[in-house]
């Protein structure tokens, strides 16, 4: 190889890369722009030192950012293995793992916010049915995601686990027929539980 050629080709790379590093490049004629920011005045969570954990439900703990990929659809999935609530009759707790799957619009949920809102379960007392639909119903309300699911899978408590699924596609678009087809196969080939 052409000693010449390998030393252009370097230079060449390390010129975009430094481009790229300062904030703009224009490569195979497409400009790149450097946008690493985060609109994140409006995140209170995040990075805070005085982080207070609720001792009951508490929605309004919930914080988004913009999402920087709207037009491209995407999942985003959590899994909170250490979920805990308590069963409204007898005051037990329950434990599960809750997986969150989302596509999103313009809003995104703030990982560190859904972690103290799935906390604040902890001392709250309602039926596994109703705990992830309720964790859906907010996350609906604050993002207005296109598409939507949340799968419990609670530890077996007097000798039966029970694993609750909803999930939500947006009304009259294509998201609200992926909703139909995944809640009706959902569980057609059951994955394995490794929570119990």
């Not at 004629?29 to 954990?53: A, C, F, H, P």
């Not at 508490?58 to 069963?87: G, M």
């Not at 705990?131 to 996350?139: K, P, T, Y």
Request: one cysteine or more.
């Amino acid at each position: 190889m052409d000693m010449n050629f390998h030393d252009e080709m370097k230079k060449m790379f390390e010129e975009v890369i430094d481009e790229i590093k300062a904030g703009t490049s224009e490569f195979l004629g497409e400009e790149i722009k450097k946008d690493n920011t985060r609109n994140d005045e409006d995140l209170q969570n995040l990075g805070s030192k005085n982080t207070k954990y609720a001792t009951d439900y508490a929605p309004e703990v919930l914080e988004t950012f913009d999402n920087k990929h709207p037009d491209r659809d995407y999942f985003v999935k959590f899994n909170c293995p250490e979920f805990t609530s308590l069963c409204p009759i007898t005051g037990q707790p329950d434990f599960a793992t809750i997986y969150i799957s989302y596509i999103p619009d313009r809003k995104m949920v703030e990982s560190k916010s859904l972690k103290l809102y799935l906390f604040s379960f902890r001392n709250h007392g309602d039926f596994h049915e109703d705990c992830v639909n309720i964790i859906m119903n907010d996350l609906i309300n604050l993002m207005n995601p296109k598409y939507i699911e949340v799968w419990g899978k609670f530890m077996p408590r007097g000798g039966i686990s029970i694993d609750p699924y909803c999930n939500y596609g947006r009304p009259d678009t294509k998201w609200e027929r992926l909703a139909w087809e995944r809640l009706s196969h959902h569980d057609l080939y059951p994955e394995s539980v490794d929570n119990r």
